[in-house]
Each structure stands twice: as structure tokens, then as C-alpha cells.
T-cell receptor, first 115, second 112 residues
Framework: DVKVTQSSRYLVKRTGEKVFLECVQD?????MFWYRQDPGLGLRLIYF???????EKGDIPEGYSVSREKKERFSLILESASTNQTSMYLC??????????????FGEGSRLTVL | AQSVTQPDIHITVSEGASLELRCNYSYGATPYLFWYVQSPGQGLQLLLKYFSGDTLVQGIKGFEAEFKRSQSSFNLRKPSVHWSDAAEYFC??????????FGKGTMLLVSP
């Protein structure tokens, strides 16, 4: 069974803290993504990665960075958390190559609260 | 630029009644279209997808969707809604060569 695992389901952090959100997939997918989800705004793409050590900015990269040192792992980093980064964060992966339709496979999400 | 519009933020349907959730898209080439469902506190699960062939596609949990190129639509339907279908539904457009763009979602409420 395919699986995308986000290490923390719920986190509470203080303003100014550095926050790491970890995501691991076991499907050998090349592509990995970080979205944030807010009520009324849907899913917005923060960053994505097509390969190890590669990263691309999405629609809302400000205040975030990412790291992909291994194919199966994609980390989202909040260098100095702020209250407006309180949100649900969703990690996803997808394959490339023949038959790729762009379908995403999602983790269960990490709900971050910044106080 | 690609975009997705889900005109209905909330929809309430009686249990056993039929359901149609609307989705309109804008895409410069032949689109791949997706419907995902999200239960409270969970990630997104794929319901169905369209990328070629028959314009009426069947998905899991008894859902289906019809691709209408002339209307740029990909509406989701179910003939008889169950209480467990209460969730948020997202339509998305993309391809194997672009990232997916999601609509803002439609929250489905099911009344007894």
C-alpha cells in the first residue's frame, strides 16, 4: 500500500521558533510537494522538488524553505515561525515518466499552531 | 495560467438524495482532471481522475464525473448520498508536465 507519512500530526510552536515538518514517502516517487491549506483558500503550493537536492518555488514560498537530501524525504522549514503560518500543511508525492498523470498522493497532514 | 473554480462553498444534501458538485477549469492544453475528498483532520484521497478516453469516469465510493470540454467542466455526481460522504471535496487540474492546481473546495453536509 502506497504511503506518505508526515512525522507530526499536531504541533504547537511559539513565534520566532524554527520549525521542521518532515515527510517521507515509500513509493520511490521523484516528485514531492508541500501545500498549505486554509479555510476558504483551498490548497496553495509552497515548494516542490523534482529530484534530490532540487527545489522549486510554488505560489507562496515566502517565509519557508525546504530540504531534500534523500529521494524519500522532503522537509519543510519555517526559519522563524509567525502566527500567520498557523495552518494545515500537506505533503504529497507523485511519479514521473511514462503514464504519469500528475496525480498526487497525500499524507495525512500536519496541523501547526503558532502562538 | 491554469485555474479551477468550484462555485459552491457549502452544499447540504439529504441522505439518499442525489448530489452534483460543480467544477470549472481553465487550462491551455488537454487537461488531466481530478476529484479528491478530505475527511475532517485527514489528508486528501483520490476519488477519480480523467485524462483521456470515455468522458464519464467512475471512481471509488460510487462517485462519477463527466468531462465536458465545451463547457470546461468536470462535475462530480453521486446518485444517492450517504451520511459518510460528508467531507470537503476538491477539484484539480494539471498534467504530467505541470503541478496540480486545486479549487478552493466544496464542503458537503448531509442531513438526516
Amino acid at each position: 500500500d502506497v504511503k506518505v507519512t508526515q512525522s507530526s500530526r499536531y504541533l504547537v510552536k511559539r513565534t520566532g521558533e524554527k520549525v521542521f515538518l518532515e515527510c517521507v514517502q515509500d513509493m520511490d516517487h521523484e516528485n514531492m510537494f508541500w501545500y498549505r491549506q486554509d479555510p476558504g483558500l483551498g490548497l496553495r503550493l509552497i515548494y516542490f522538488s523534482y529530484d534530490v537536492k532540487m527545489k522549486e518555488k510554488g505560489d507562496i514560498p515566502e517565509g519557508y524553505s525546504v530540504s531534500r537530501e534523500k529521494k524519500e524525504r522532503f522537509s519543510l522549514i519555517l526559519e522563524s515561525a509567525s502566527t500567520n503560518q498557523t495552518s494545515m500543511y500537506l505533503c504529497a508525492s507523485s511519479p514521473t515518466g511514462m503514464g504519469n498523470t500528475g496525480e498526487l498522493f497525500f499524507g495525512e497532514g500536519s496541523r501547526l499552531t503558532v502562538l | 495560467a491554469q485555474s479551477v473554480t468550484q462555485p459552491d462553498i457549502h452544499i447540504t444534501v439529504s441522505e439518499g438524495a442525489s448530489l452534483e458538485l460543480r467544477c470549472n477549469y481553465s487550462y491551455g492544453a488537454t487537461p488531466y482532471l481530478f476529484w479528491y475528498v478530505q475527511s475532517p483532520g485527514q489528508g486528501l484521497q483520490l476519488l477519480l481522475k480523467y485524462f483521456s478516453g470515455d468522458t464519464l469516469v467512475q471512481g471509488i465510493k460510487g462517485f462519477e464525473a463527466e468531462f465536458k470540454r465545451s463547457q470546461s467542466s468536470f462535475n462530480l455526481r453521486k446518485p444517492s448520498v450517504h451520511w459518510s460522504d460528508a467531507a470537503e471535496y476538491f477539484c484539480a487540474v494539471g498534467s504530467g508536465y505541470s503541478t496540480l492546481t486545486f479549487g478552493k473546495g466544496t464542503m458537503l453536509l448531509v442531513s438526516p
